[in-house]
């Protein structure tokens, strides 16, 4: 086993917390249902294309360099999903063009901040224009009272402190061998083809090599069956999941910590969504016994504050994590954070501050999601096989969905509904589902 | 020559301007000298210690991860030089209370940020509490408006267009050969040592395996001889230079840009301090004919408007650069952005689309730098021979300096005295500097 350019950069962790999901599982007893996503077969008919075309631009430049492409590069399908479907939604409306349309593909947040927030910000902002407010670098690791106030605010009870977070994402490198959630978000298999962590997608299986895929589905609770998952270097852990939705238990955890003590992994534990949980699912990894020695933790401002275009996260790594030759995770990656990164914006850092101050928290308790952006049951559907869902949900209701099948061949046979969106029209969203399927 | 997950990932860039360089050669008649440096000797003796300390820890762990630690980590030498700095200046401090210590080491803006850009930013932040105003993720290349601007401010005459530009910083990654101006900003070779693209450091020249020095020092008006600098596949290229000051004329730009095209090689060329240049030299690459097919531009608003907090900074890809196979850079660029990174802050972006603004580009114009923090000559002082002279400098005139062994074999009888500081701080330096060496 080896781990080179390990943690190595930054920032794909950031793109995990892009989408929305559609809850399910764990997500407290208003909201409560059995899957975050619809039993329909999907076409496999949907090309998903990629962000940048695959195709080799026409002869016409002067000069080539004689520097290969990276051929990690070439090894990405034919799949970011979501200009796809951008493009599919566009053509829609020109179809369309009295349509109400509603997008439950890609979630965004939609709701303003609270001003106790922006003025925060706002006063940061006016400060940089004063004499005794100006600062230039701020700690590349993030400010100090920033780093206090999410250790003390989150993770005070488990031994976690100012020192091992950072606030910034950063990510894992080349020669590591992954496990991911089958489903999960995309940016984590993708950031590990780039990286060079695995070999060439499979066609025939929908995988790529040496990534371990571990089925996640509702025949299994959304919790993978440890026993069938081999040893690997890091351990991606989304929960609640994107895009299940599905929290895992305690005990759930307690088993993928064991798992990976006894296998000697590292978890990378996703918790962007944490706050969306509302029964006793734990909220950070940490809460698990023996977390410490085997996991870092991510999580984000993104979806607790709607801070998805303010940018702000922050990863824990403790100081109990050592690799294999006793040398703690904490010191690499907090040089690599000196070398490589110099921290979040200072402004974006004093919006974080604010949501963290005790107003900030009455307004965000730990256990309260805004209700407006909060999931909204869709309910089971009738299955279908062998039809274009993602299409037909299009063209007959105006919904833009997500294929399942673009977060992993676990996803095959569901999509997506994000229920980030505005409540009226996640609401409207549903009573057109209804109709159609009932 | 091969390039693997080309330009990878995210900021070490960044890091490249977070230093202050003390300016010269192509900085204007005012403050034209021959080097940004005093030609003494510094200590063989300084010991520069890491971010992070390379001691082991002592075994109190109770479980050890199978995870090995990248190797490349423990190629980086002892030499994280801030933080020795910082642990000299405060040792110093200890010994000479009452003494006006003045920091001439790690630079840092100064100087607030005027009202237009922080108010822009301001009412950014307040706006993200209405309905109307409140906005989630933005385009992962930046803001269409801000790209524009940064187009049609800085590249208007040379061809480089909106779509060209990416409002982020960006990394070749591993396995990829690079050659780098000596001295030169740590961050250029650490990152590559991170990325496992070197081979380990080779105490007895002070270099790296599998990096090309191009040696850039008075001898040689700081411009590499390029008929000794070997193939190479991304040369790094800072201009005006961190931490020489010494910016490259059209003839040696154009020398630089003829030698890639020769060689197939791609500049990724940081104009992060071209707003220090008051002659005709270049401000960007891109100025020289055939440089759009050989070159890749970052650049930054931290020092030409004091963003060194707020972090805001971008990358040109021209779509003329195409690898080896004809596949143009700027997709696979674009491909990771999309993947691995969500974009800058938005408020950060308001307040850099308020720099290219009428208003701002008033107070900034282009060719103007803000004279408070100017660099101020100190002029040439007499060699001196196998002695600490950073030491010497703090010890006798409370000044803190950096070695210029720091930057690379090139900084040797150099240290680096950053002229980003209060102005009357800069002059006090210097009236200390005279007494000193006179």
């Given at each position: 086993m080896s781990l080179t350019a390990a943690i190595q950069s930054v920032s794909a962790l950031v793109s995990s917390a892009k989408s929305s999901s559609f809850l399910g599982q764990?997500?407290?007893?208003?909201?409560?249902?059995t899957s975050f996503s619809m039993p329909l077969l999907p076409s496999r008919k949907l090309s998903i294309c990629k962000c940048v075309s695959a195709a080799p631009p026409t002869e016409q430049t002067a000069h080539k360099t004689k520097v290969a492409r990276n051929a990690n590069m070439a090894k990405l399908q034919a799949g970011y999903l979501f200009p796809e479907i951008a493009r599919r939604r566009s053509a829609h409306i020109s179809k369309y063009p009295d349509a109400k349309v509603i997008s439950l593909g890609i979630g965004d947040t939609t709701e303003p901040i609270p001003e106790v927030i922006t003025s925060a910000m706002a006063l940061r902002a006016k400060e940089l224009s004063t004499f005794e407010g100006y600062s230039g670098y701020g700690a590349e690791q993030g400010e100090k009272k920033l780093r206090a106030a999410i250790a003390s605010t989150y993770y005070k009870d488990v031994g976690i402190e100012e020192n091992d977070i950072f606030v910034s994402y950063l990510l894992f490198g080349a020669n590591v061998k992954i496990a991911v959630q089958d489903p999960s978000y995309p940016a984590y298999v993708d950031s590990s083809v780039i990286m060079g962590q695995t070999g060439l997608y499979q066609k025939d299986v929908e995988k790529f090599g040496n990534i371990e895929y571990m089925r996640c589905t509702p025949d299994n609770g959304f919790f993978p069956d440890l026993s069938n998952v081999s040893e690997t270097d890091v351990i991606y852990f989304c929960s609640p999941n994107n895009p299940t939705g599905s929290a895992a238990s305690r005990d759930q955890l307690t088993k993928l910590v064991n798992f990976a003590r006894a296998n000697g992994s590292i978890i990378v534990y996703d918790s962007a969504y944490s706050m969306y949980i509302s029964d006793d699912s734990p909220r950070s990894i940490f809460e698990i016994p023996g977390a410490k020695e085997v996991a870092i933790e991510t999580s984000s401002f993104s979806k607790f504050a709607g801070f998805t275009g303010v940018r702000l996260g922050w990863t824990v790594v403790p100081k109990e994590l050592v690799f294999s030759d006793g040398f703690p995770v904490a010191r690499d990656f907090n040089r690599i954070v000196c070398t490589c990164f110099n921290g979040a914006s200072n402004i974006a850092q004093a919006g974080g501050l604010a949501c963290l101050s005790e107003e900030g928290l009455?307004?965000?308790g730990l256990q309260r999601v805004r209700r407006t952006e909060r999931a909204v049951c869709v309910g089971a559907l009738p299955g279908q096989e062998l039809?274009?869902?993602?299409?037909e949900i299009l063209e007959k209701t105006h919904l833009v969905t997500t294929p399942g099948s673009g977060f992993g061949?676990?996803?095959?046979g569901f999509v997506r509904v994000s229920a980030f969106?505005?409540?009226?029209n996640v609401l409207e969203a549903c009573r057109r589902l209804k109709q159609l399927y009932q």
């Amino acid at each position: 086993m080896s781990l080179t350019a390990a943690i190595q950069s930054v920032s794909a962790l950031v793109s995990s917390a892009k989408s929305s999901s559609f809850l399910g599982q764990g997500v407290g007893p208003e909201t409560r249902f059995t899957s975050f996503s619809m039993p329909l077969l999907p076409s496999r008919k949907l090309s998903i294309c990629k962000c940048v075309s695959a195709a080799p631009p026409t002869e016409q430049t002067a000069h080539k360099t004689k520097v290969a492409r990276n051929a990690n590069m070439a090894k990405l399908q034919a799949g970011y999903l979501f200009p796809e479907i951008a493009r599919r939604r566009s053509a829609h409306i020109s179809k369309y063009p009295d349509a109400k349309v509603i997008s439950l593909g890609i979630g965004d947040t939609t709701e303003p901040i609270p001003e106790v927030i922006t003025s925060a910000m706002a006063l940061r902002a006016k400060e940089l224009s004063t004499f005794e407010g100006y600062s230039g670098y701020g700690a590349e690791q993030g400010e100090k009272k920033l780093r206090a106030a999410i250790a003390s605010t989150y993770y005070k009870d488990v031994g976690i402190e100012e020192n091992d977070i950072f606030v910034s994402y950063l990510l894992f490198g080349a020669n590591v061998k992954i496990a991911v959630q089958d489903p999960s978000y995309p940016a984590y298999v993708d950031s590990s083809v780039i990286m060079g962590q695995t070999g060439l997608y499979q066609k025939d299986v929908e995988k790529f090599g040496n990534i371990e895929y571990m089925r996640c589905t509702p025949d299994n609770g959304f919790f993978p069956d440890l026993s069938n998952v081999s040893e690997t270097d890091v351990i991606y852990f989304c929960s609640p999941n994107n895009p299940t939705g599905s929290a895992a238990s305690r005990d759930q955890l307690t088993k993928l910590v064991n798992f990976a003590r006894a296998n000697g992994s590292i978890i990378v534990y996703d918790s962007a969504y944490s706050m969306y949980i509302s029964d006793d699912s734990p909220r950070s990894i940490f809460e698990i016994p023996g977390a410490k020695e085997v996991a870092i933790e991510t999580s984000s401002f993104s979806k607790f504050a709607g801070f998805t275009g303010v940018r702000l996260g922050w990863t824990v790594v403790p100081k109990e994590l050592v690799f294999s030759d006793g040398f703690p995770v904490a010191r690499d990656f907090n040089r690599i954070v000196c070398t490589c990164f110099n921290g979040a914006s200072n402004i974006a850092q004093a919006g974080g501050l604010a949501c963290l101050s005790e107003e900030g928290l009455k307004l965000y308790g730990l256990q309260r999601v805004r209700r407006t952006e909060r999931a909204v049951c869709v309910g089971a559907l009738p299955g279908q096989e062998l039809v274009d869902v993602f299409a037909e949900i299009l063209e007959k209701t105006h919904l833009v969905t997500t294929p399942g099948s673009g977060f992993g061949p676990g996803g095959e046979g569901f999509v997506r509904v994000s229920a980030f969106g505005h409540r009226e029209n996640v609401l409207e969203a549903c009573r057109r589902l209804k109709q159609l399927y009932q």
